[in-house]
């Protein structure tokens, strides 16, 4: 029986995904959480076999919790599942030590899949993801200046570029808007822009977001 850790702030999310996994006669939710707080803490007292990694979530987001998950455990397995596409997000989660990376709006016999392969010790990533590494990999005299960024840079990034306001931004992450400030000017010196405005310009740019997301 491969056992699974829901993780996603978003109830019809895990609703949804539930559903799809407890059809698989040999698949078993043993828990969900709301935030990456609440998988660290699960992770440690139970020990699932695998767990589904949402990225955005409210206080503690994906990236942080699979980077303290990972330190304590190297025998649980992790899948983000995420809306971005474009590197350098799934490069990153992949170095870290995730197994697996699917797009959100993935089916689900690939789920199910990546899923399997991840439980019998492959890694997995979509495709098109994989294609955007490899991509990404042989393109290196270009470089993407996002990659700089550390994991709470780049989550502040995405919600700037989306139109968040920092004491929106301070809410979500359940930090000080001092503390986004402060990762926000460091983020700008990095990528030498002086404005959200220029950070949605070079985010658009390299491809990390679409206007569709604006």
Same mark, same amino acid.
């Given at each position: 029986?491969?056992?699974?850790?829901?993780?996603?702030?978003?109830?019809?999310?895990?609703?949804? =995904? &539930?559903? /799809?996994?407890?059809? $698989?006669?040999?698949?078993?939710? *043993?828990?969900?959480? +709301?935030?990456?707080?609440? #998988?660290?803490?699960?992770?440690?007292?139970?020990?699932?076999?695998?767990?589904?990694?949402?990225?955005?979530?409210?206080?503690?987001?994906?990236?942080?919790?699979?980077?303290?998950?990972?330190?304590?455990?190297?025998? =649980? &397995?992790? /899948?983000?599942?995420? $809306?971005?596409?474009?590197?350098? *997000?799934?490069?990153? +989660?992949?170095?870290?030590? #995730?197994?697996?990376?699917?797009?959100?709006?993935?089916?689900?016999?690939?789920?199910?899949?990546?899923?399997?392969?991840?439980?019998?010790?492959?890694?997995?990533?979509?495709?098109?993801?994989?294609?955007?590494?490899? =991509?990404?990999?042989?393109?290196?005299?270009?470089?993407?200046?996002?990659?700089?960024?550390?994991?709470?840079?780049?989550?502040? #990034?995405?919600?700037?570029?989306?139109?968040?306001?920092?004491?929106?931004?301070?809410?979500?992450?359940?930090?000080?808007?001092?503390?986004?400030?402060?990762?926000?000017?460091?983020?700008?010196?990095?990528?030498?822009?002086?404005?959200?405005?220029?950070?949605?310009?070079?985010?658009?740019?390299?491809?990390?977001?679409?206007?569709?997301?604006?």
């Amino acid at each position: 029986m491969i056992k699974l850790l829901l993780v996603d702030d978003h109830e019809l999310v895990r609703t949804g =995904i &539930r559903r /799809i996994i407890e059809d $698989v006669a040999d698949f078993s939710v *043993i828990g969900v959480a +709301v935030n990456g707080e609440d #998988a660290v803490k699960f992770c440690r007292k139970n020990n699932p076999d695998i767990v589904l990694m949402d990225m955005s979530m409210p206080g503690m987001g994906g990236l942080e919790a699979t980077k303290q998950i990972l330190r304590f455990s190297e025998q =649980i &397995r992790i /899948i983000v599942l995420s $809306v971005h596409k474009e590197n350098p *997000i799934p490069a990153k +989660v992949m170095q870290m030590g #995730a197994f697996g990376y699917l797009t959100k709006d993935s089916d689900p016999e690939e789920m199910i899949r990546a899923i399997r392969k991840v439980a019998a010790g492959q890694k997995y990533v979509s495709p098109d993801i994989a294609q955007q590494i490899a =991509i990404g990999q042989l393109n290196l005299k270009e470089g993407n200046p996002f990659e700089q960024l550390s994991e709470r840079e780049l989550e502040i #990034a995405l919600m700037l570029t989306k139109g968040a306001k920092v004491p929106d931004i301070a809410d979500f992450l359940s930090i000080s808007a001092k503390t986004v400030n402060t990762h926000r000017y460091r983020m700008f010196e990095k990528l030498s822009v002086s404005n959200d405005v220029e950070l949605t310009h070079l985010a658009l740019r390299h491809k990390l977001i679409n206007s569709d997301q604006l």
